[in-house]
């Protein structure tokens, strides 16, 4: 089992760059798909970027439109979310996931996720 804690966020102004962390936990960190996954108030949570376990393949989502670039340190444990040109709409709580499987990260049924950390883009 892998233990997962994001931190990072804040409170940002729109235009503003943030970076968000994924330290984990656990003896499995480095055979499996990382992914950031983000939930707004009032709507569903919905996928944002995956990284395989060797950092060879990354996968956004369409809305991320190259604002956001996913990393993973394993010799850290380690996985990161960079962010610039912050909107209002990414105002959101954001989560670190993990699974073997790409399809259960694709699914939104990842089998770890952290606890999440808010982040908040004023206008």
């Known amino acids: 089992q892998v233990q997962l804690v994001e931190s990072g966020g804040g409170l940002v102004q729109a235009g503003d760059s943030l970076r968000l962390s994924c330290a984990a936990s656990g003896r499995t960190f480095d055979n499996g798909f990382m992914a950031w996954f983000r939930q707004a108030p009032g709507r569903e949570r919905e996928f944002i970027a995956t990284?395989?376990?060797?950092?060879?393949?990354?996968f956004y989502a369409d809305f991320v439109k190259g604002r956001f670039t996913i990393s993973r340190d394993n010799a850290k444990n380690a996985m990161y979310l960079q962010m610039k040109s912050l909107k209002p709409e990414d105002t959101a709580v954001y989560y670190c996931?993990?699974?073997?499987?790409?399809?259960?990260?694709?699914?939104?049924?990842?089998?770890?996720w952290g606890q999440g950390t808010q982040v908040t883009v004023s206008s």
């Open positions: 990284i395989s376990w060797n950092s060879n393949s990354t």
């Open positions: 996931a993990r699974d073997t499987l790409f399809r259960a990260i694709m699914t939104g049924k990842p089998n770890n």
